[in-house]
């Protein structure tokens, strides 16, 4: 199925937010991968069926392992666990020096997944030179970069982009589509439509997706840690929207400016 890679440019712009957003929203069965190299939330944000803690050594770490024995034999469901929201989630690291035992495998799990039933959003968490996270991005279907619209997360992710600009092939015929979501309150308008003017000016060829509300109580709801109906939270709201977006596919022809 389809392989999505989420990440950032610069610090917290809440890329395994929206990820987990985009997961409780999806039109369709979905795995929210954790391969952040520097250890994710999705171990600490969720709860099994049963109410206990999850299991840190059934994940990434035990996917690895078969990955090195072989990627025909290794079955991504193996390697997952349900959570109490119903998810299907892989677990990622606890440690970023658990990351270095992965070694060649982080360059096989597009594949991994890809040969998975259904579409998994993998958060790759914030690229930086050398991050082992890096093949999972330029192996996947398509890549969403989370910002925020303040003028350093603007500024980091145009470099990050023009730097991503040869490994994804971006503007080239069969180039890994790219789309941008920006973090910011539900109020702002404006910011998704003036994103990508400034993008396209960079001639950069990506599609500025729409916002995911900037909402501690949706997040909190998301988490477990409030009451609630998540869809009808505002992140829940422009999670659905974000999600059926991206389901559909990026078209790098149908930009959030209306071109």
Known sequence: ??????????????????????AATWPAPVVLADVDPAGGDVLWRNRTVAGGPLDPDRGLLSLGAAVRRGVSETDLAEHLQQTATGADVLVGLTAPEQGGGLGGAWGQLPAVFRQHRTDVLADCGRLVPGTSSMPVLTGADAVVMVTRPDISGVAHLRERLRSLRQPLGLG??????????????????????????????????????????DDDKGAAVLAGERAGQFRRTLLGRSGLQLAQRLAAGIRTTDAAGGR
């Open 172 to 213: 080239s015929p069969g180039g890994t589509p790219v789309g941008v979501v920006v973090t910011t309150s539900y109020r702002d308008t404006r910011s998704p439509a003036d994103l990508q003017q400034l993008l396209d000016a960079d001639g950069l060829h990506v599609v500025v997706l729409g916002i995911a509300a």
């Open 1 to 22: 199925m389809t392989v999505f890679a989420l990440a950032s440019a610069k610090g917290s712009p809440g890329v395994s937010t929206v990820a987990a957003a985009l």
